[in-house]
Each structure stands twice: as C-alpha cells, then as structure tokens.
T-cell receptor, first 114, second 115 residues
C-alpha cells in the first residue's frame, strides 16, 4: 500500500451518465496527478495540481472532464456524459514538490461504460 | 514531445535466472529522469528504480539494475535472481526535470516468471 487511496475501485455506468472519482493523496504531498490507463497501454497524463491550483491539463482532458482539488487535499475527477471510449483505469498519484521525482500511485478506479 | 518505447510486449524468465527488459526514449532535453515502475496484477504501481540523466553511474537497487546509455537513448532494466513475486507489468517512464514533472510512460512489458 503506497498510502494513496482512490474511491470507488470499480464503477460501471451507462453511456451518457456522469461519474465522479475521488483521490486521497498522502497527507503531506502537495502535488497530485491524474492519469488514464487503457487496456494494454501505459498510463497517460491527464492533469496535475500543486496544492489547490490546477497547473496543467492534457489535450486528452476534453470539456467533459473536470478535476478539482479543494483546499489542496483530496481531489475529484468528474466525467460528464460518459462515452464508451472513456472506459479505462483512472490512476491518481501524489508527490512532494521537494522530492518530486517520486510519484506514489493509488490503486486506480476502473471505469466501464456500457 | 517526449516518447518512450518498450518493444517487448511480453517476456518470460525462469525462477532464479536473469532477464533484461528494454526501453528506448526520445527527447531533446539534456537533463531528465528515467524510471522503471512495476504494476502487479490488480495492485498499485510502485517505483522499482530511478536514474538521473546527469549521472553516468547506472542505478542499482538490490536485484534490480539498469543499463543507461544516454547517447543511444536506451534504458534497460536487468532483474537478477528472478522471483515469482517479480511477475508483473513493467513500465519504463520519462520525466523532465521541471515543468510539472508529469511522467511519460511506455506501453509496458508483461514479465512472467516460471517456477
């Protein structure tokens, strides 16, 4: 266990529904990252926060995706009007700025859109 | 843009033997970090080993070592005395020194360990 938790671990939803995932980083970590991993591929960067500020978003993050990190603690990733192509594992990772070369990953949320 | 390529989708090794996983990358940066991450089935991804590009010495962590060839942009992982617990998906990853520190991953190599 790396100390990063994600909830839920699995989510099955119908196309067109909205879903929200939560990530709780290691408590003293001020950087938080979201990645998406499709079957047979490596994780792809989506977005990251330093404290509560969202500093970078990938072009993979369409308008249907939104992420927040209120008060610089936990983070949520919301997908609106889900599509079958959104089916993937959504990974969260956290790190310290000072020792930012090491990111600690959560177990992921597996999303299946039917 | 930086890219990471792992050309071996799957590898097998006999328990107690040695295996090498390959990784190449493309970047115009001179300073960066390279990583190998391990993702066991249904478990969290964990860092195996890290290499700073400015260091000429290859990183070593117990049974895991790397062969870092900066000019060739090659970064292979050697696992010695393979154990059943080494079976997992292994990802090679690149990170710039600054600018957010996002990781760029390869597609991964599945390592199977035979007893």
């Amino acid at each position: 266990d790396t100390g990063v938790s994600q909830d839920p671990r699995h989510k099955i939803t119908k196309r067109g529904q909205n879903v929200t995932f939560r990530c709780d980083p290691i408590s003293e970590h001020n950087r938080l990252y979201w990645y998406r991993q499709t079957l047979g591929q490596g994780p792809e960067f989506l977005t990251y926060f330093q404290n509560e500020a969202q500093l970078e978003k990938s072009r993979l993050l369409s308008d249907r995706f939104s992420a927040e990190r209120p008060k610089g603690s936990f983070s949520t990733l919301e997908i609106q009007r889900t599509e079958q192509g959104d089916s993937a594992m959504y990974l969260c990772a956290s790190s310290l700025v000072k020792a930012s070369y090491e990111q600690y990953f959560g177990p992921g949320t597996r999303l299946t859109v039917t | 843009a930086q890219t990471v390529t792992q050309s071996q989708p799957e590898m097998s090794v006999q328990e107690a033997e040695t295996v090498t996983l390959s990784c190449t990358y493309d970047t115009s940066e001179s300073d960066y970090y390279l990583f190998w991450y391990k993702q066991p089935p249904s478990r969290q991804m964990i860092l195996v080993i890290r290499q700073e590009a400015y260091k000429q010495q290859n990183a070593t962590e117990n049974r895991f070592s790397v062969n870092f060839q900066k000019a060739a942009k090659s970064f292979s992982l050697k696992i010695s005395d393979s154990q059943l617990g080494d079976a997992a998906m292994y990802f090679c990853a690149y990170r710039r020194v600054e600018y957010g520190n996002k990781l760029v991953f390869g597609a991964g190599t599945i390592l199977r360990v035979k007893s």
